[in-house]
């Protein structure tokens, strides 16, 4: 099965070091914790996106751009994308930059990843068997925090809730 083609166009700008338009910057820091996925939760509009390409673009100050990945699901054209797939996309990665596979840290960032069904054993996967640090983010009305820390099993690391008032403040 081939890699589904606007998913190969999302990593191939994912991985493009172009420059970001001007942002709001967000002050919430993300500590690093080793063998866990970061996960940024809130309602659609207030900023989460913006938060996951700053981090993307901290990353980008001290790595090189192939090792910090930002891939957007909140696009109609992956409403049939399935779990495989994002199996494909990693493999695809380590096929155009095999050196980095278990050698240096691959910095993901996976924007509005609910949309694929079954992402969190995709996210537990790769955070068992690469050398990832993963940051996903949710807008799902039916996924709340302690949902999070049940769906990855204990991989999954809560830093508090984007809301508008706090996201807008």
Not at 82 to 110: A, C, I, K, S
Not at 118 to 123: A, I, K, M
């Amino acid at each position: 099965m081939p890699l589904h083609s606007i998913l190969n166009e999302k990593l191939n700008e994912g991985i493009d070091p172009r420059p970001l338009p001007k942002m709001t910057l967000r002050d919430a820091k993300l500590p690093p914790v080793p063998g866990k996925a970061h996960t940024v939760i809130g309602m659609r509009r207030v900023g989460k996106t913006v938060y996951l390409r700053q981090l993307q673009a901290d990353r980008r100050k001290t790595l090189s751009a192939e090792r910090s990945v930002f891939i957007s699901f909140d696009d109609d054209r992956l409403a049939d994308l399935n779990l495989d797939q994002l199996g494909l996309m990693l493999e695809e990665y380590y096929r155009r930059y095999p050196e980095l596979r278990g050698r240096e840290t691959v910095h993901w960032f996976f924007d509005e990843i609910q949309n694929v069904s079954g992402w969190e054993r995709f996210v537990r996967r790769v955070l068992d068997t690469e050398k990832v640090e993963i940051v996903v983010s949710e807008s799902s009305a039916r996924m709340l925090s302690r949902e999070v820390h049940t769906s990855l099993r204990g991989r999954g690391m809560y830093c508090g809730r984007c809301s508008r008032s706090t996201a807008l403040a």
